[in-house]
């Protein structure tokens, strides 16, 4: 399902080319539909090779997800706002485990693409991401269409995994092998960066579900607008549904804002508040709160407080 917000049409979905693209390991591996294959292995009962035709035969999904890049493994606190959402078509992931047969003992599942290269001071790198099985079967799809036209290369052509609620870094693109094992893999994409220490705790966690989030898009950013009561909008998202988001203008109170609710795809949510700006510069900041009652802390971490400044002009 396709849904799009009467007043911007053209933002709710980010059109292709704007969807940020991040290779960490040089330019994308030169593969097309004809040569293309997966292979499903280790604790399988039936291990298998798949070819473009063969998914194509499986039944498709579309969907609407947030894409969010989780930002520098190197300097996992620092906040990029590199966001989209989009559509996707594809394959559940469930349905090929399913041909596979998992067997008891299968744990983990390892995602593969088949770029190559060095990142981090290691050379000789694949693009490498793991997931607990329960996880991976219930969330994963093998996409082949980004907004309703095949992958673009840079985006995974022909086939990438996708892990809606997840990070983008999950969602390892140009897919050609699938593990499934009993342990993590150890690796400088798994266990070694794209690891986190949340909030008021003390464990390492692998870089996984979506943070609570929000971004104002209008105004501008270091833009003007004309003085008066002016829409102030944005998206907010989180792993789950995003309950609540707040506004505030210069030094003044949080205030709610209208926030859409999510549907029944991850997407994002807009959220706005219509507010007198008076002549002068002007400091807008939103916060969101989601359903697991997570809040965007003002400072100091990747999903700190967004914050914009206008200067509303009289004759603007
Ligand atoms: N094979 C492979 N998959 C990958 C990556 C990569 O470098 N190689 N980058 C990951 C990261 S960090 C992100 S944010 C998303 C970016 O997807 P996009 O370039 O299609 O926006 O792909 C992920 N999947
Ligand atoms: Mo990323």
């Known amino acids: 399902m396709i849904r799009t ?13 704007d969807v940020f693209v991040r290779n960490h390991l040089g330019p994308h591996p030169r593969l097309d539909t004809d040569t293309w294959s997966l292979s499903v292995e280790g604790l399988v009962e039936r291990p298998l090779r798949l070819d473009f035709r063969a998914l194509e035969g499986l039944s498709q999904t579309r969907f609407t997800a947030v894409h969010e890049c989780f930002g520098n493994p190197l300097h996992p606190t620092v906040p990029t706002r590199a966001v989209t959402n989009v ?22 599942v390892w995602l593969e693409g088949a770029d190559r ?17 329960a996880e991976a079967r219930a969330e994963v799809v093998l996409a082949h269409g980004m907004n309703g036209e095949p ?14 609620r997840m990070f983008g870094t999950n969602s390892v693109k140009w897919l050609t092998r699938i593990v499934l094992a009993a342990e993590r893999p150890e690796h400088v994409f798994t266990t070694r960066l794209y690891t986190r220490v949340l909030p008021g705790e003390s464990v390492v966690r692998p870089v996984r579900e979506k943070d609570v989030c929000s971004k ?14 002016r829409e102030l909008a944005g998206y907010a998202w989180s792993s789950g549904e995003v309950t609540a988001v707040e506004v505030a203008v210069d030094d003044g109170d949080w205030l709610p804002a209208e926030l859409e609710r999510r549907g029944p795809h991850p997407s994002w949510q807009r959220f706005r508040l219509r507010h007198h700006l008076a002549p002068g510069p002007h400091r807008i900041r939103c916060r969101a709160v ?8 003002l400072t100091g971490d990747r999903n700190a407080v967004h914050e914009i400044r206008v200067t509303a002009l009289v004759n603007g």
């Open 5 to 17: 917000d009467p007043e911007t049409p053209d933002v709710y979905l980010t059109p292709v080319e």
């Open 87 to 108: 559509e996707w078509t594809g394959v559940p992931l469930a349905e090929v485990l399913e041909l596979a047969g998992p067997r008891p003992e299968a744990r983990h």
């Open 117 to 133: 290269g060095d990142f981090a001071g290691e050379s000789g790198l694949s693009f490498l991401k793991d997931l607990p099985l």
């Open 151 to 164: 992958l673009r290369p840079d985006h995974g052509y022909p086939v990438r995994a996708v892990a809606p």
């Open 216 to 229: 104002l898009l209008a105004p501008k950013d270091g833009g003007t607008v004309p003085a008066g009561v």
């Open 290 to 297: 989601d359903a697991a009652g997570r809040v965007q802390p």
